[in-house]
């Protein structure tokens, strides 16, 4: 038990670290080394703060995981939909063109948020990806959704053939079984 909780603590610690001190220009906190349980681990934990949630949301979402350890993940980016949380000015934002990215240039809504994220997202937003100040860039807001109400596949058992069938040989030489209701099965041998 206490092995388990390690890695989170240390994923933890260093997120936590990164983030009191980020700002534009800091490095983005490099939680695509860590392994998916460690990520799903601290994405459980209470201790760790909503927008480091947020990005492991986009991480896992980037790795294509479907669930956290059984579990749904992405609530917080779907909680926020059409929610606006953070004041957007009219006014164009002060950057110089060659830093201009829309949601165009990225080919997911979890790349597009993993980048709003690192260049000040969700308070910030130079780039323009989050016009409704919700906190989510493009169309990561429909694609968290779908990941917060993901059901996966039910497999329905296979029947295994009864071991009491008994099976004839017909007058040309066929193989069946005789069915509950009396006929003759000749796929059953």
């Given at each position: 038990?206490?092995?388990?909780?390690?890695?989170?603590?240390?994923?933890?610690?260093?997120?936590?670290?990164?983030?009191?001190?980020?700002?534009?220009?800091?490095?983005?906190?490099?939680?695509?080394?860590?392994?998916?349980?460690?990520?799903?681990?601290?994405?459980?934990?209470?201790?760790?703060?909503?927008?480091?949630?947020?990005?492991?949301?986009?991480?896992?979402?980037?790795?294509?995981?479907?669930?956290?350890?059984?579990?749904?993940?992405?609530?917080?980016?779907?909680?926020?939909i059409g929610l606006a949380l953070?004041?957007?000015?009219?006014?164009?934002?002060?950057?110089?063109?060659?830093?201009?990215?829309?949601?165009?240039?990225?080919?997911?809504?979890?790349?597009?948020?993993?980048?709003?994220?690192?260049?000040?997202?969700?308070?910030?937003?130079?780039?323009?990806?989050?016009?409704?100040?919700?906190?989510?860039?493009?169309?990561?807001?429909?694609?968290?959704?779908?990941?917060?109400?993901?059901?996966?596949?039910?497999?329905?058992?296979?029947?295994?053939?009864?071991?009491?069938?008994?099976?004839?040989?017909?007058?040309?030489g066929g193989r069946y079984t005789?069915?509950?209701?009396?006929?003759?099965?000749?796929?059953?041998?």
């Open positions: 038990m206490m092995k388990s909780i390690y890695p989170a603590l240390i994923l933890l610690t260093s997120c936590s670290a990164i983030l009191e001190s980020h700002t534009p220009t800091a490095s983005w906190p490099d939680i695509t080394t860590q392994s998916s349980s460690t990520l799903c681990s601290a994405y459980r934990s209470e201790a760790v703060p909503n927008r480091t949630k947020l990005m492991i949301e986009t991480e896992l979402a980037a790795r294509n995981q479907r669930q956290c350890l059984g579990a749904n993940y992405g609530t917080y980016s779907a909680a926020n953070y004041p957007r000015p009219n006014a164009s934002y002060p950057t110089s063109p060659s830093d201009l990215r829309n949601c165009d240039d990225f080919s997911s809504g979890a790349q597009a948020q993993s980048f709003f994220l690192a260049n000040g997202g969700p308070t910030r937003d130079p780039n323009n990806l989050d016009s409704d100040g919700d906190g989510l860039a493009c169309e990561w807001g429909t694609q968290a959704r779908q990941l917060s109400t993901y059901r996966p596949p039910e497999i329905t058992p296979v029947r295994p053939r009864s071991s009491s069938s008994r099976c004839y040989t017909g007058p040309r005789i069915t509950a209701s009396g006929n003759r099965n000749y796929g059953g041998c």
